[in-house]
């Protein structure tokens, strides 16, 4: 946990800030970092919430390389296209390859080779793996990286009406996702490319540090998440409709007119941190790469595909933007890298030792995922330390009080603390 004073002076906003503050990451090359612990930790657990809703809404898991070949992009007619956003590698058979910046020409090949027909269909492959674009401006940390963590999924149907069906799957599963970070995400319109029609949407995190201008009805901004007991393969239209008949849309989508139009106490304009993006594109790889299916009309057609993005790297510094204070980071308990943090203040003083061990124990056996500091600093100096990092509860012990057979419980979001024995402590935290 190498945590620091003072911030670098690069760190331009509040989130890349703190997380090198606060020692999750460290900067290898612009846009390209190392995950330290208490990073690493954050980033796995964001990405597990990821992979039970995805699991949840009927998607599977698969892991594709990081490493492709061109020709797969040359197929799709993609690879001179792309630019300089892609980093391009040769072999030692000079054969050319890329670090994948996205990932729909595999996914669609390992599509093509297993998959004939329409009746195993729908399906919906996604993986959460390192992309690599070359960005122009990489800045503001893992926000917008080089190097970058990403869930994202492909979905396969036979015609348009079931790939909504898809969609709107996805359209909810998202929409739970954030709100199980603890993040308020708005889906707003974007823009569908080529093939034209409403199944495009970004979801945004409000925040003033944000790269987009959000513009959207306050009834959507204050509609809460769908949550878990959804007909996943039922009909899901009335309620994604029920959202996207709301005015939302970022700068490039904005008509102002329609805004204009609304009453002005629904009008919201925001900065937002776009932190997923799904849209459906029917036939644009399908086609080119002859990924076909036979329908039950025994004819065989392009198979037709959405694909739907959660920036998993940059929601670490969203959260971070969107939940902190003067002294660091707070968690949502779903993401924080230790459940709790037991505070020794006299490590080496036996009464001390012993509480501290019990605490410890049953934090973990409660599967809190405990920190336990025991590290010789003053006490001044481990508060500011966890408050920094961020962890959601703290259990402060001290000669005084293992006398008197109590411990100091601070919850961090809150500030609120109070005094009691070890047991009743450990009972507040399991809620
Ligand atoms: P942006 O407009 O921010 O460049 P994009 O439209 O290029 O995003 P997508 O290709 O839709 O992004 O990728 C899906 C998600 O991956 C985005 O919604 C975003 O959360 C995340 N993402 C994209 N580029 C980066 C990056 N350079 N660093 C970190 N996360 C990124
Ligand atoms: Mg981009």
């Given at each position: 946990m190498p945590t620091l004073r003072e911030a670098p002076a690069d760190a331009q906003i509040v989130s890349h800030q703190l997380m090198l503050r606060a020692g999750l990451i460290r900067q290898e090359a612009a846009g390209i970092y190392a995950w330290l612990p208490l990073g690493l930790k954050v980033l796995k657990k964001i990405e597990q919430v990821v992979r039970e809703e995805m699991n949840r809404a009927g998607a599977v898991e698969i892991l594709m390389p990081t490493l492709q070949l061109a020709d797969l992009w040359r197929e799709s007619g993609r690879y001179d296209d792309y630019g300089e956003e892609m980093l391009r590698i040769k072999d030692r058979h000079d054969r050319d390859l890329l670090y994948g910046p996205t990932a729909e020409e595999v996914v669609t090949d390992i599509f093509r080779g297993y998959v004939k027909s329409?009746?195993?269909?729908?399906k919906n492959l996604y993986n959460i793996q390192w992309k690599f674009r070359d960005e122009r401006r990489p800045r503001f940390g893992v926000m917008r990286g080089r190097e970058f963590l990403m869930k994202d999924a492909y979905s396969f149907d036979i015609d348009e009406a079931g790939a909504r069906r898809s969609y709107n799957r996805m359209f909810l599963a998202y929409l739970n996702v954030y709100a199980r970070l603890g993040l308020k995400a708005i889906p707003v319109k974007a823009d569908p490319g080529p093939i034209g029609g409403d199944m495009s949407h970004e979801f945004m995190i409000l925040a003033d540090t944000g790269e987009s201008q959000v513009f959207a009805h306050r009834d959507l901004v204050e509609m809460g998440a769908p949550g878990?007991?959804?007909?996943?393969?039922?009909?899901l239209e009335p309620e994604v409709s029920r959202r996207t008949s709301l005015y939302a849309a970022s700068d490039e989508m904005h008509d102002e007119a329609r805004f204009a139009a609304m009453p002005e106490e629904k009008r919201m304009t925001a900065r937002g941190i776009e932190v997923g993006h799904i849209f459906y594109f029917g036939e644009k790889y399908s086609k080119p790469m002859k990924a076909l299916v036979t329908g039950p009309d025994g004819k065989d057609t392009p198979v037709q595909m959405g694909s739907y993005g959660v920036g998993v790297s940059r929601l670490v510094g969203a959260i971070i933007e969107a939940s902190h204070d003067d002294s660091g980071i707070i968690w949502p308990?779903?993401?924080?890298?230790?459940?709790a943090a037991v505070l020794n203040l006299r490590a080496g003083d036996a009464g001390c030792d012993e509480v501290c061990e019990e605490a410890y124990k049953s934090l973990t056996d409660a599967g809190l995922d405990p920190l336990y500091d025991h590290r010789a600093d003053r006490p001044g100096a481990k508060f500011a330390a966890t408050d920094l990092v961020g962890i959601p509860w703290q259990v402060v012990v001290g000669p005084k009080g293992v006398a008197e057979g109590v411990v100091e419980l601070k919850r961090r979001a809150t500030g609120e603390r109070q005094t009691l024995p070890l047991a009743a402590a450990l009972k507040v935290i399991a809620g």
């Amino acid at each position: 946990m190498p945590t620091l004073r003072e911030a670098p002076a690069d760190a331009q906003i509040v989130s890349h800030q703190l997380m090198l503050r606060a020692g999750l990451i460290r900067q290898e090359a612009a846009g390209i970092y190392a995950w330290l612990p208490l990073g690493l930790k954050v980033l796995k657990k964001i990405e597990q919430v990821v992979r039970e809703e995805m699991n949840r809404a009927g998607a599977v898991e698969i892991l594709m390389p990081t490493l492709q070949l061109a020709d797969l992009w040359r197929e799709s007619g993609r690879y001179d296209d792309y630019g300089e956003e892609m980093l391009r590698i040769k072999d030692r058979h000079d054969r050319d390859l890329l670090y994948g910046p996205t990932a729909e020409e595999v996914v669609t090949d390992i599509f093509r080779g297993y998959v004939k027909s329409y009746k195993d269909l729908p399906k919906n492959l996604y993986n959460i793996q390192w992309k690599f674009r070359d960005e122009r401006r990489p800045r503001f940390g893992v926000m917008r990286g080089r190097e970058f963590l990403m869930k994202d999924a492909y979905s396969f149907d036979i015609d348009e009406a079931g790939a909504r069906r898809s969609y709107n799957r996805m359209f909810l599963a998202y929409l739970n996702v954030y709100a199980r970070l603890g993040l308020k995400a708005i889906p707003v319109k974007a823009d569908p490319g080529p093939i034209g029609g409403d199944m495009s949407h970004e979801f945004m995190i409000l925040a003033d540090t944000g790269e987009s201008q959000v513009f959207a009805h306050r009834d959507l901004v204050e509609m809460g998440a769908p949550g878990p007991n959804i007909d996943w393969f039922g009909d899901l239209e009335p309620e994604v409709s029920r959202r996207t008949s709301l005015y939302a849309a970022s700068d490039e989508m904005h008509d102002e007119a329609r805004f204009a139009a609304m009453p002005e106490e629904k009008r919201m304009t925001a900065r937002g941190i776009e932190v997923g993006h799904i849209f459906y594109f029917g036939e644009k790889y399908s086609k080119p790469m002859k990924a076909l299916v036979t329908g039950p009309d025994g004819k065989d057609t392009p198979v037709q595909m959405g694909s739907y993005g959660v920036g998993v790297s940059r929601l670490v510094g969203a959260i971070i933007e969107a939940s902190h204070d003067d002294s660091g980071i707070i968690w949502p308990d779903s993401v924080a890298p230790f459940g709790a943090a037991v505070l020794n203040l006299r490590a080496g003083d036996a009464g001390c030792d012993e509480v501290c061990e019990e605490a410890y124990k049953s934090l973990t056996d409660a599967g809190l995922d405990p920190l336990y500091d025991h590290r010789a600093d003053r006490p001044g100096a481990k508060f500011a330390a966890t408050d920094l990092v961020g962890i959601p509860w703290q259990v402060v012990v001290g000669p005084k009080g293992v006398a008197e057979g109590v411990v100091e419980l601070k919850r961090r979001a809150t500030g609120e603390r109070q005094t009691l024995p070890l047991a009743a402590a450990l009972k507040v935290i399991a809620g």
